[in-house]
């Protein structure tokens, strides 16, 4: 009897360690929540001060408290560790506030962050500096880009703010428009640059902004979205024509500016400072997102005429991302690789580009166009992106700052459903008339019909 016991004992422990197992790599949160969480939480309070030393972030006490130590006990007088505010739980991880003793910095604690995950069981932590003298620990319980879940209600999307993927610290990466006005995207083909895309578009179709795409690769990328799109160009002779009436727009949106404020109307554009946030509400034109997907075939030549053209293009997209933001004209462009063999004008326009978002890339070289000029060190991290993790990407800005992200998963069929919903929202810009998409009309799905009996053959 007591055999049968100790088996059943027994299988009961290899079955519970066996589920456990299943639901952490299932579902990962739910893990995290009940088992995970009190596990790490104990590991934190109980070798907190052994692990701040140990990883060189105590000081020496002040010499009054150690005087005061001496006299009253004979214990030891240990170094003090950063004092530690309260535990908060959320559903990825924890959070955690440090106020750092003196004579330290926050590089001191991001450089011990890789010895303060081993030593709490925690799949990341992150540092970020509140204030002087506090930092926060952001402990991330598991791979939150394994799964991409957003978390709800955490940034409420804005005008020109659209929540489009989601860090490795578990926060929203958000593509704000009046921060980060324009933004290269680079990567390889099935990288996930057509995800991030279609999200970018899925979120401002809801807003009251003008989107034009060009879509040299026939337009099959961004014609599902055409019932939403003000214009859209499918080849370089259509860019060729769309370009210049972007770049007349923008200066009667400058006109519009100086008449305003009563500047002269033959003071150059590049005098003046001010944009269209500064005029009414009624008298606001409405922004515009200009989507350059495959960027290179605007550049690659044949012919001398071509050549013409092609330098006729650049100079134009060159213009609007100098002097599109105060007209309220923002560039997204896309392609694979984007350097200075493509032609003149190329380094210029990348200059240009304030935001980066590198996916993977075929050749170290790619990763330096996108991310070296900004932040070199972000090279390596986009160079060893895995290509079974498409959607998984390196940002980073002119700031130096950087991080991975990766795009949530979004159907064409559902992103294309909400630009269709979404058609009557698309601001009227009349110079835009003629370059209207024509959304193809929604053909409804047949039934499957059973396969008719085949007849019995008789003689």
Avoid at 121 to 127: D, E, M
Avoid at 233 to 259: G, H
Avoid at 383 to 403: F, N, Q, Y
Wanted: aromatic content about 4%; charged content about 25%.
């Amino acid at each position: 009897m007591t055999d049968l016991v100790t088996v059943a004992e027994l299988g009961g422990s290899l079955a519970a360690i066996g589920g456990a197992a299943y639901v952490r790599h299932a579902h990962p949160a739910a893990y995290w929540s009940t088992v995970g969480l009190p596990v790490s939480v104990a590991r934190l309070l109980v070798s907190y001060s052994s692990t701040m030393d140990a990883c060189g972030l105590t000081v020496e006490p002040p010499r009054w408290r150690a005087l005061a130590v001496r006299a009253t006990t004979r214990r030891e007088v240990r170094p003090v560790p950063p004092r530690r505010g309260l535990i908060r739980p959320t559903t990825t991880g924890l959070r955690m506030r440090l106020r750092l003793a003196p004579g330290q910095e926050p590089a001191d604690v991001a450089a011990s962050a890789e010895r303060l995950r081993h030593a709490w069981g925690v799949h990341a932590v992150h540092v970020r500096d509140v204030k002087p003298g506090v930092v926060e620990l952001r402990l991330v319980g598991f791979d939150v880009l394994r799964k991409v879940r957003m978390p709800r209600g955490s940034t409420a999307p804005g005008l020109l703010r659209v929540p489009v993927a989601l860090r490795e610290d578990a926060t929203p990466y958000v593509r704000d428009y009046r921060a980060v006005p324009h933004e290269l995207v680079l990567g390889a083909t099935l990288s996930g640059k057509s995800m991030y895309l279609r999200n970018l578009l899925a979120g401002l179709a809801a807003q009251p902004v003008v989107l034009v795409g060009i879509d040299c690769k026939r337009g099959v990328e961004l014609a599902p979205f055409a019932a939403r799109l003000s214009a859209l160009a499918t080849d370089p002779d259509q860019a060729a024509e769309l370009l210049p009436v972007l770049v007349k727009e923008m200066e009667d949106r400058y006109d519009l500016i100086k008449a305003r404020q009563g500047i002269a109307p033959g003071t150059p554009d590049e005098l003046i400072t001010s944009d269209i946030w500064g005029l009414p509400e009624t008298e606001r034109p409405a922004p515009v997102v200009l989507f350059v997907d495959e960027v290179a075939e605007l550049f690659l030549v044949a012919t001398r005429k071509e050549e013409e053209r092609r330098d006729e293009m650049v100079t134009q997209l060159i213009r609007l991302a100098q002097l599109g933001r105060a007209a309220g004209i923002y560039l997204e462009v896309c392609g694979q690789r984007f350097g200075a063999e493509l032609g003149k004008g190329a380094t210029m326009l990348r200059a240009q580009l304030t935001g980066r978002v590198c996916h993977r890339v075929n050749d170290e070289a790619s990763a330096k166009m996108a991310l070296g000029d900004i932040a070199p060190e972000a090279v390596w991290a986009a160079c060893s992106i895995a290509s079974e993790r498409p959607g998984l990407a390196v940002t980073g800005d002119t700031s130096g700052g950087w991080s991975r992200i990766r795009t949530p998963h979004l159907s064409l069929a559902d992103a294309a459903a909400t630009c269709r919903a979404a058609a009557h929202l698309a601001p009227d810009v009349p110079a835009l008339s003629p370059f209207r998409p024509s959304a193809p009309p929604v053909q409804p799905v047949k039934s499957a019909e059973p396969p008719s009996c085949p007849q019995p053959v008789t003689d």
